[in-house]
């Protein structure tokens, strides 16, 4: 399992349009909201970190998968004796990999800007964020491995432009940390919990609503997952 996870970590750090998705954009909007101080820069964090899981977690396996499926990535991987359950195994595990070093990169860039963060806000966010990695990557695996590729690489991708603006909108509006109905929607439920954990919190009802959505998409996947399209 670790074998295949540093496998498939390599071969998400080689795809430059998932390193744009996931990395490059976030830092830049982080640079952006931060030099424009549209809003305070402790809350402005949280909400790149929620986009950038939700880039690496959610739209960047949705559309790996669906492709590696139409190409028969997967059918091969499978036919040379991986077990199923190792391969999507050793995808969470380089999604989680990508996570640390998102969270790691927007630490420092947030940091350079002014924020300065206590150790215990980030050992609380770091499970937090975690669940939301967990929760995207599992809706990621149900859309790419139950789809065709044409139709994710459209629909994943607006997926993340209407969450990414749904935690936009929850930003502007204030007090993100305190989000209630609006966290149902998972990228501001991830958006809020990292931003209570920052503010000396622990964002149950967050966490919950993360847990949640990664069973129910778990559960989705395993049902309707397949590895040949």
Partial sequence: MAAQGRIETLLFLRHGEQQLLSLVIPVVMLVVLG???????DEVVPVMLAIAAMSSGFTGQAIAVAFDRRYGALKRTG???????????????????????QLVVITIVAMLLGWRPEIMQLIVALPVLLLGVGAFTSMGLLMGGSLSAELVLGLANLIWVVLSAVVGVVLLQGDLAHAT??????????????????EGGVPLLQCGILVLWWVAAALAAKRWFRFAG
């Fill in 79 to 101: 036919a040379s004796g991986v077990p199923a359950g190792v391969i999507i195994a050793g995808k969470i595990i380089a999604v989680l990999m990508m996570a640390l070093i």
């Fill in 35 to 41: 030099r424009l101080n549209v809003t305070a820069i």
């Fill in 181 to 198: 109905w609006s966290a149902i929607v998972p990228s501001v439920a991830l958006a809020s919990g990292i931003a209570d954990s920052f």
